[in-house]
């Protein structure tokens, strides 16, 4: 990826500057987020089916790759990065596989000072082939790219119409915007500042720490918070669920994941108020649950998982009255 990123960074540099001098309803040069699980539009690296840069040499003849792969786990859904008209489908294989789907999209041009893309969203199922469509809605599924080509790393192959680069519209404005409450509010009644889980014998709470069992690393956060206290909502987004991660039955594998502001992430060992719709930040969420009757004597807490597994740390943290 190397070879590409001073032309993205000096890109984001100049959109950044751009964007700087126009008023916030003129924000969305950068496009929004694609795939539910991949908040930053991450790109493909390499595996042994290729790599995911615009430009990447490709096998059998076929040339360079005029499109970039924005990772997306199979069946994950999949959102519209802008405002615009969709048409389709399109066939990129031709083969009938069962990934051979996707759409044409391609923008209504609302504001005339902003650049009309023409964009193809491909190995997508669509929940439609034409209308409107706003940026951030639904607008369908990763297809099981895996049965295709088992060990991939599925994704998205985004693809500019006119066969330009679209690494740059995919990256995100960083800050995501200026504005924009980036700390979280406190999750736990009784935990105003998000206090994190130390150690006992059943483990340590902070990010990484190793777990047993050969369960690798933990890829969340633990917020310390008393059996039956209230939970909140840390910011504002979009509920989905149920989400479980002991899948046993037990007392406390309930939990509910939130989009939205920015941000994604899973609140585990919680029970939901509900698991759709919109929630405020603050917002009552729901309920701890009865942690101790699973593993007497733990630390209480909740498991605060961001959805692409980076660190959510500094977002609680700075939840700690600045
Ligand atoms: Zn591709
Ligand atoms: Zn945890």
Not at 66 to 82: L, S
Not at 97 to 124: E, H, M, R, W
Not at 155 to 164: A, F, G, K, Q, R
Not at 177 to 194: E, I, K, L, M, Y
Request: glycine share 12%; proline share 8%.
């Amino acid at each position: 990826t190397g070879e590409f990123s001073p032309f993205s960074s000096f890109a984001h540099e100049v959109f950044a500057k751009e964007w700087d001098a126009h008023p916030p309803q003129q924000q969305h040069r950068h496009w929004a987020q694609i795939c539910s699980g991949n908040p930053t539009n991450k790109i493909r690296g390499c595996d042994k089916y290729g790599c995911g840069q615009f430009g990447a040499d490709r096998h059998s003849g076929k040339g360079k790759h005029v499109g970039v792969d924005v990772i997306c786990a199979d069946g994950a859904t999949v959102y519209a990065p802008f405002s615009g008209q969709l048409s389709g489908p399109i066939r990129f294989f031709h083969n009938g596989n069962a990934i051979d789907d996707g759409l044409v999209f391609l923008t209504s041009l609302l504001l005339p000072s902003l650049p009309g893309y023409c964009v193809k969203l491909v190995c997508v199922h669509p929940i439609r082939y034409q209308g409107q469509i706003r940026r951030g809605q639904q607008l369908g599924r990763m297809l099981p790219m895996q049965k295709v080509f088992p060990g991939i790393i599925s994704h998205i192959h985004v693809e500019n119409c006119d066969h330009s680069d679209p690494t740059p519209q995919l990256t995100p404005v960083v800050p995501p915007f200026p504005q924009q409450d980036s700390s979280w509010a406190p999750v736990c009644s009784g935990n105003p500042t998000n206090e994190i889980r130390g150690c006992d014998n059943y483990g340590c709470g902070y990010y990484g720490a190793p777990r047993r069992n050969g369960k690798g690393k933990h890829r969340g956060v633990d917020v310390i918070c008393a059996d039956g206290a209230t939970v909140y909502a840390p910011f504002s987004g979009q509920l989905s669920g149920p989400i479980k991660i002991f899948h046993n039955g037990n007392a406390i594998d309930d939990g509910v994941q939130i989009r939205g502001s920015g941000f994604c992430v899973k609140l585990v060992c919680i029970h939901p108020i509900r698991y759709n719709g919109r929630i405020f930040k603050g917002q009552v969420l729901g309920k701890m649950l009865p942690m101790q009757r699973v593993f007497p004597g733990i630390t209480s807490h909740i498991h605060v998982e961001n959805c692409d597994h980076s660190d959510p740390t500094s977002n609680l943290e700075r939840g700690k009255g600045q």
